[in-house]
């Protein structure tokens, strides 16, 4: 009964092997100028420096103005 058994599990091992091994897939290349979907003028740049200075602004106005009201 064992060497059935081990016989069972051994092509059951080769079958899942055999269906596992897949051919090679290619890859697509393309040049960064064709696939690049956001613009290069860096205004993401400006724009997260100024929201920056802004909410720097708006706590430290907070912070003062709370400040000022203590008695």
Known sequence: ???VV???FQNTART???EDAMPP?????????DVRGGSEE???RYVL???LALAITCLTTTW????????
Do not use: C, N
């Not at 897939?25 to 100028?33: Q, R, V, W």
């Open 64 to 71: 003062m103005t709370g400040a000022m009201m203590m008695p």
């Open 49 to 51: 420096g100024f929201s």
């Open 25 to 33: 897939l290619e890859e697509d290349h393309y040049a960064s100028d």
């Open 16 to 18: 899942i092997q055999e």
């Open 42 to 44: 860096h205004v993401v």
């Open 6 to 8: 081990k016989r069972i």
């Open 1 to 3: 009964m064992i060497p």
